[in-house]
């Protein structure tokens, strides 16, 4: 099937009725650009001036659609009207189709049409120099840069601006991308982390409440009930001293009450004791030394969460918990007895293994849980190597 020429812009049809009603208008009062008495005028007459102004408005329509074909048929057009007395628009036409080509076709039409029209403004002015020994020879070069290496030169401008805008639009919008995908993983990262600083210490808390509220209620025993209030107590108190920190870092107000400290090491042996008051049998083994605050808060809560899923899961019996410094990590280890029940003692989302994979996922170490025979028999071990070193940057635990 053949394939027509493009559909002209509305802009162009524009230009090409300008242009031709322009030389028309020249053409009809008799002003022509040359007299009928020069030698190079083969074609004298009004009549002849016509063709190269009709090809040329022509021309005028593919200037942005097909703008290399427009040129290549407009310059024949414009060898014609030299050889007339020649019309002035037919010129200004010319010109704009040199232009356009260089703005709107390829981009190795675009350069390459600026040096050969500088080489034949050059060749215009030396060439006719060298033949007639004459200073007004040079009138043709400047005629023939006006006509062919100005308006391509102006193009090539015009062109390499728009290219700059179009490349700094571009990298504005790939800069605007990356600020907001950046934004979008701040975001995500910092609400998997409150999401795990919120889910470690309130598990624990509120299971000690839920496990001693219901043994209030199912034994009728006044000592027993006073027991169980006062570690439902004790865990209320210091739940809320933990939604208190994490509220005081959301809202970062920086008022009047200072959020408590983040936990660290030396926090251990009060969880401990938190976890014995709760009913666990807890022993405690933890080697003193400093280690990075990213690693310390983590060491904290994996024992925390552990001591939580001991209480809500584990059957009776003792509970190792150590922490040990090895090979240049901290070791953390939570051993307790397998429990093989059909349901917990109290309530769980299901995430604090998820949570403790994580945070040690965060410092680039390794972690395991899950159940192990022993010689006391079936345990649940919970093992975590956190390297002792800065954390991923821009990543906290």
């Known amino acids: 099937m053949a394939v027509g020429l493009p559909r002209p812009r509305r802009f162009d049809v524009h230009v090409a009725l300008g242009g031709l009603l322009g030389g028309l208008l020249l053409w009809g009062v008799g002003l022509a650009t040359r007299p009928h008495t020069e030698v190079y005028v083969l074609l004298p007459g009004r009549w002849p001036l016509l063709l190269p102004l009709v090809i040329m408005a022509g021309c005028e329509l593919l200037r942005r659609t097909a703008p290399r074909t427009a040129l290549l048929i407009g310059t024949p057009a414009i060898f014609l009207d030299l050889v007339t007395q020649g019309n002035l628009v037919t010129i200004l036409m010319y010109t704009d189709l040199m232009y356009a080509a260089v703005l709107y076709g390829p981009p190795a039409s675009a350069h390459r049409i600026p040096r050969i029209t500088g080489l034949l403004t050059v060749a215009g002015a030396v060439v006719p120099l060298a033949l007639w020994r004459e200073p007004e020879a040079l009138l043709i070069g400047v005629a023939t840069g006006l006509v062919t290496f100005g308006p391509a030169s102006t193009g090539l401008i015009v062109r390499n601006h728009r290219e700059a805008a179009e490349a700094a639009r571009l990298r504005a919008e790939q800069t605007a991308l990356l600020a907001e995908m950046d934004r979008t993983q701040a975001v995500t990262a910092?609400?998997?982390?409150?999401?795990?600083?919120?889910?470690?210490?309130?598990?624990?808390?509120?299971?000690?409440?839920?496990?001693?509220?219901t043994a209030a209620l199912s034994l009728d025993d006044p000592r027993t009930s006073q027991d169980a209030l006062v570690v439902i107590r004790e865990n209320s108190v210091?739940?809320?001293?933990?939604?208190?920190?994490?509220?005081?870092?959301?809202?970062d107000s920086g008022g009047d009450v200072e959020p408590a400290a983040a936990p660290t090491l030396d926090g251990i042996g009060p969880l401990v004791e938190n976890a014995r008051a709760n009913g666990l049998d807890v022993t405690l083994d933890a080697e003193q030394g400093e280690v990075p605050a990213p690693v310390e808060l983590a060491a904290y809560r994996i024992t925390q969460e552990s001591l939580t899923n001991v209480l809500k899961h584990a059957s009776p019996?003792?509970?190792?918990?150590?922490?040990a410094r090895r090979d240049g990590s901290l070791v953390v280890k939570v051993i307790s007895p397998y429990g093989d029940r059909d349901a917990p003692r109290a309530p769980g989302s299901g995430a604090g293994?998820?949570?403790?994979?994580?945070?040690?996922?965060?410092?680039?170490?390794?972690?395991?849980?899950?159940?192990?025979d022993s010689p006391e028999g079936k345990v649940w071990a919970v093992r975590a190597i956190l390297p002792v070193n800065d954390p991923v940057e821009g990543e906290t635990p």
């Not at 001293?241 to 509220?247: H, T």
């Not at 019996?317 to 922490?323: A, F, I, K, Q, Y």
């Open 190 to 213: 910092e609400r998997a982390r409150m999401a795990r600083e919120l889910h470690d210490m309130v598990a624990n808390h509120l299971s000690a409440i839920a496990i001693h509220s």
């Open 317 to 323: 019996g003792r509970v190792t918990v150590s922490l």
């Open 238 to 251: 210091a739940g809320l001293a933990e939604m208190r920190r994490l509220i005081g870092i959301l809202r």
């Open 353 to 372: 293994l998820v949570g403790m994979r994580e945070r040690v996922a965060l410092l680039g170490g390794t972690f395991t849980a899950g159940p192990e």
